[in-house]
């Protein structure tokens, strides 16, 4: 693997009898099927460039959850009031660096989106999922997928569920269903899809214009000239060059989740042309200790005892915090009257203890300090409070039955897993931006490959790159084609 960028081809240099289309996709996930898809419709040549064999990438792994609100079918059938205002309101509260416009477009067009995503030829279960889990463990179309529910954001926005998930049990499998339904989509739309065939180098013209591709087939190569070129080709998890220059704790003790072509090679081609890459030092890292449900009543602490997150964030928030943790080390404890072992434990239990001073000792905390931490926890928690981290009510309980167990969270003894959030600067509309702001003239990004809405890996919110991915791979798609 390397960093190093692709050189650029002049268009000089192209032969006469270049081949031309309208618009050139680079990847076949759900961004780019989903831009292929807009561009086609709006009139478009499109001609989609995948270095695999197939269609899905790394969409087509995940379990199937869109982050969409603003009042949606499922939402109103459910029972649950939502608006593009409360929306916004959240996503603008837990982003790192926000974009406000482009969170307002994604929050006024989620309705929207969701309509159109079920018009690629299913529907979301109308039904809810109310457990804490990282994914619904059936059909269930909605669940709380973020931090909605958890302090300061609840106060910030009112908290309404947005994980919206496709209609196939349990956590793998759900977007493959929507990519095959893209792909008949992207066939009908007559999208000319190339497999086995990847994007090299960019085609500049005198101006820093992009205005095509070499690619590269096996041994053989060749250009092909466009009036836009939508770069939708993955994060770079599977880089380690680009993850230990820029997101080094992704290379330490963790399964990483992506597939063979994220490698970084649609960032460093976009980089070549000179688009700013931003928020690339910014993983998403998690090693859920729930489900069962009930073990977020528990407490979680570091090495000295004390606690330091609320135990109710979403998983991804929670392992965040713990990685900030002196040796990254962090135990979940939970009492006898609490305690629930998982059917697939990514933290693995340690042991019980019949007194919390032997558990102390025992996990190598200093002597008082976890006894001290817990009793205050369950002085608060009888009267249904936590003052010090503002655990929502519904995850407030006492765990003062003993035995006590304790789950490991640390970095290197739970199952981390992560992937990589960073990407090209882009418009409203996956214009890639030079660092001045300026537009590079043909270019455009989408996908895990573009900084948009997921940005933070403590801001996360399961489906948001899914609903992103897809939405903006959208508006990608419909600006390209104008160029045509």
Not at 238 to 251: E, F, I, K
Not at 326 to 348: G, K, N
Not at 374 to 393: I, M, R, T, V
Not at 418 to 429: A, E, K, Q
């Amino acid at each position: 693997m390397t960093t190093d960028l692709p050189d650029l081809v002049a268009a000089a240099t192209l032969p006469a009898d270049c081949e031309e289309t309208d618009v050139i996709v680079i990847g076949f996930g759900i961004a780019g099927g989903c831009a292929a898809l807009e561009a086609a419709r709006a009139g478009a040549r499109v001609i989609l460039l995948e270095r695999a064999a197939t269609y899905g990438g790394t969409s087509a792994m995940s379990g199937g959850h869109f982050y969409l609100g603003g009042g949606t079918e499922v939402q109103k059938a459910t029972g649950h009031e939502d608006s593009a205002e409360e929306m916004y309101k959240y996503l603008l509260a837990i982003s790192r660096d926000p974009e406000p416009d482009k969170i307002r477009v994604f929050c006024d067009d989620s309705v929207e989106h969701f309509d159109w995503v079920e018009s690629l030829g299913f529907q979301f279960e109308r039904s809810y999922f109310p457990g804490k889990a990282v994914i619904q463990p059936n059909t269930e179309g909605l669940m709380f997928t973020g931090n909605e529910k958890v302090y300061p954001f609840r106060d910030q926005a009112i908290p309404a569920p947005r994980g919206h998930k496709v209609p196939v049990p349990g956590d793998t499998g759900g977007t493959q269903m929507v990519m095959d339904l893209l792909d008949q989509r992207v066939t009908e739309a007559g999208v000319e899809v190339r497999y086995e065939t990847g994007a090299s180098h960019l085609v500049t013209d005198e101006s820093g214009a992009v205005v095509g591709v070499e690619w590269r087939r096996f041994s053989e190569t060749g250009t092909l000239r466009a009036k836009a070129v939508i770069i939708a080709a993955g994060g770079f998890v599977m880089n380690a060059d680009m993850v230990a220059a820029n997101t080094p704790a992704l290379g330490e003790k963790l399964f990483v989740l992506g597939n063979t072509y994220d490698d970084g090679l649609g960032i460093r081609l976009g980089a070549s042309a000179g688009a700013q890459l931003k928020f690339m030092d910014q993983p998403f890292i998690t090693a859920p200790f729930y489900p069962p449900s009930q073990l977020v009543t528990g407490i979680v602490v570091n090495k000295n005892g004390d606690r330091f997150v609320a135990e109710d964030s979403y998983h991804s928030r929670t392992s965040g915090f713990v990685l900030d943790q002196p040796d990254q080390a962090a135990y979940l404890i939970v009492d006898s009257a609490h305690i629930e072992h998982p059917t697939m434990p990514l933290c693995p239990f340690i042991d019980g203890w019949e007194t919390v001073e032997e558990m102390e000792a025992a996990l190598g905390i200093p002597e008082g300090r976890l006894v001290a931490t817990l009793a205050s926890y369950n002085k608060s928690a009888h009267e249904g409070q936590d003052p010090e981290f503002h655990k929502h009510p519904d995850w407030v309980a006492p765990q003062d039955h003993g035995p006590w167990g304790a789950y490991d969270l640390t970095l290197g003894k739970a199952l981390y897993a992560g992937f990589t959030l960073g990407g090209m600067r882009c418009s409203v509309d996956g214009q890639v931006q030079r660092e001045d702001g300026s537009v590079i003239g043909g270019l455009y990004a989408a996908g895990a490959c573009a900084a948009n809405i997921a940005q933070d890996g403590k801001g996360y919110a399961s489906g948001t790159q899914l609903a992103e991915g897809s939405y903006f791979g959208r508006r990608a798609g419909r600006h390209a084609a104008t160029l045509a």
